[in-house]
């Protein structure tokens, strides 16, 4: 049976969306330190993944058999978004390994401009004044926020590629997500998919006999690499795949864009890196957007109904 879901769901899907930013902002520190200590980004994707998947399955397995199988009208979204996880994942993290980490995100972060962009040209209407000018703030404000600006004096070209892909991955990840909860799936079938999805495709591509073992001696790695599993992946991708059953994929990726502003924050509270007064005119920018969003709710936000599964 379809419903529409209350105004509240849509502030609480919001919110689970701005949780996950603060997940991913976390764990792209983890990463970053991971790096540092020999693990290559390829590998740190791979793993995050398989960390993932076991526990989500294992859940699955032992209480509900049921949401194992998906929809057949979904299936080729979740295809869809199996390859989005391997190539969003990848891409994101060789653009942190190679630029900036400020570079990297506000990269990404283009991803609202492009999903809108997408959204317009399929639905062949503009989404209105209001949601361009949340994109647009979203875009100024991950540049500020993140110091992007200042790191892009030797911007390393392969980087600059990766950051780029990571932001149509995105948008890819979060349309083919929203597309397979629109078809019935249940959030939790939906990562299970993808997840065994981009499982296979990487233990193709990254034997994990071929996988450095070794590394995973040092505590400081295994720790980082199971802070990225689960930390990192599982608990935000799940709250953002629940979230984009009630919101768009436009509104999902603005409110994500908090990402850079809680890396900041972290990197204020953890490392004793200060705030400029630009980054925090790019917070205030970001959450300007957030409520822009949930004042003009985008057309794919409210015109079709949400249908709920158990």
């Given at each position: 049976m379809h419903s529409s879901p209350p105004p509240r769901a849509y502030i609480?899907?919001?919110?689970?969306?701005?949780?996950?930013?603060?997940?991913w902002g976390l764990s792209a520190v983890i990463a970053?330190?991971?790096?540092?200590?020999?693990?290559?980004?390829?590998?740190m994707a791979e793993s995050r993944v398989l960390v993932a998947l076991v526990p989500l399955a294992a859940y699955l397995m032992v209480r509900r058999r049921d949401l194992l199988r998906p929809p057949r009208a979904a299936r080729a979204s979740l295809l869809v978004f199996g390859l989005a996880i391997v190539a969003v994942n990848f891409s994101?993290?060789?653009?942190?390994?190679?630029?900036?980490?400020?570079?990297?995100?506000s990269l990404q972060y283009t991803a609202p401009v492009l999903v809108l962009v997408g959204s317009a040209i399929v639905a062949r209407q503009s989404p209105g004044a209001l949601s361009w000018l949340a994109a647009g703030l979203t875009?100024?404000?991950?540049?500020?926020?993140?110091?992007?600006?200042?790191?892009?004096?030797?911007?390393d070209g392969i980087g600059l590629a990766a950051g780029i892909?990571?932001?149509?991955t995105y948008g890819t990840y979060l349309v083919s997500a929203e597309a397979a909860g629109r078809r019935g799936t249940h959030p939790a079938t939906s990562l299970f998919i993808g997840f065994?999805?981009?499982?296979?495709?990487?233990?193709?591509?990254?034997p994990l006999w071929d996988w450095p073992w070794s590394l995973l001696t040092?505590?400081?790695?295994?720790l980082r690499v199971l802070g990225v599993g689960l930390l990192g992946t599982l608990i935000p991708f799940l709250l953002a795949v629940a979230a984009l059953r009630v919101i768009s994929a436009a509104v999902a990726a603005i409110a994500s864009s908090t990402e850079p502003v809680f890396a900041s924050a972290l990197a204020w509270a953890l490392l004793g890196q200060d705030l400029s007064p630009l980054?925090?005119?790019g917070g205030a920018l970001i959450v300007t957007a957030i409520v822009i969003a949930q004042l003009r709710r985008l057309p794919a936000a409210s015109a079709a109904p949400v249908e709920v599964a158990p």
């Open positions: 609480v899907a919001t919110l689970a969306c701005v949780v996950a930013a603060f997940c970053k330190g991971a790096f540092e200590l020999g693990l290559s980004p390829e590998r994101y993290y060789l653009a942190i390994d190679r630029l900036d980490v400020g570079v990297a995100i875009l100024i404000g991950a540049v500020l926020v993140s110091g992007a600006y200042a790191g892009l004096s030797s911007v892909a990571a932001a149509i065994v999805v981009a499982a296979v495709i990487w233990s193709v591509v990254l040092d505590p400081q790695v295994s980054q925090l005119v």
